[in-house]
């Protein structure tokens, strides 16, 4: 039987590969070089796990000291470049490459800082922020409000899929268990918002009042 260690090892690394190909495609439609697309594969793929580890203690990050990060980031990158239109025909499927990714990280995440003493909830929030992470972060780079902010149930599936992992050791389960039914709700809620377009509650501006310019900014220029 595979070790837990093993385990969320091979699920950060597949989600790694995942959300590098996220960042390289987003990297080639901002027209960036290679240089840029191979960074952006990088960050997208790995700062959030690097931004868990910091939090945790668990320094130098995993991302930094082990080469095969770096060498699923490269080659998610790589193909991207020299094979973008095949990667652009697989829109509908990147999506839920991304879906996929955002859950493997979510459960390896939280079982991650579960190892590391932490307490239930922090756990969970760790899942969540391992899963969003590199997303957030590419964004920012790109000069974008970042998806997490505005796509639909993007942290909400990331969080119910570490308190899966989370519970699951509360209650002693298999962490495979956990971790499958995690990512399975995980990917799951994520694929409902895609379909269906399901979102958290937001505020219905008038056109009058999106046309209205913001009070805020003519106090602060005064």
């Known amino acids: 039987m595979i070790a837990v260690e093993t385990f969320v090892h091979i699920l950060d690394l597949v989600g790694t590969f995942v959300f590098a190909i996220s960042g390289a495609v987003a990297a080639v439609n901002r027209r960036l070089d290679i240089f840029g697309i191979l960074v952006l594969s990088f960050v997208a793929g790995n700062f959030g796990g690097i931004t868990r ?3 945790i203690g668990a320094v130098p990050p995993a991302a930094l000291i082990d080469g095969r990060y770096l060498m699923v980031s490269v080659l998610a990158g790589l193909i991207t470049f020299f094979w973008y239109a ?6 509908s499927p990147v999506l839920l490459f991304d ?9 390896s995440g939280a079982q991650k800082a579960i190892d590391f003493g932490l307490n239930p909830l922090t756990a969970a929030l760790l899942g969540m922020l391992t899963g969003i992470g590199g997303g957030m972060m590419r964004d920012v780079l790109l000069a ?14 990331a969080l119910a899929g570490g308190s899966i992992v989370v519970l699951g050791d509360m209650l002693r389960l298999p962490y495979s268990f956990t971790a499958l039914s995690g990512a399975a709700l995980c990917f799951g809620l994520r694929f409902m918002a895609i379909r269906h377009g399901w979102h958290l509650p937001v505020v219905r501006l008038s056109a009058q009042q999106r046309a209205e310019p913001d009070s805020s900014d003519d106090q602060g220029s005064l």
């Not at 879906?99 to 990280?105: Q, W």
Request: proline share 3%.
């Open 144 to 157: 974008e409000i970042p998806q997490v902010l505005r796509s639909d149930l993007y942290a909400v599936a």
């Open 86 to 91: 095949g990667v652009d025909k697989l829109r």
């Open 53 to 55: 580890d910091l939090l």
């Open 99 to 107: 879906a996929a990714g955002l859950s493997l990280f979510a459960v």
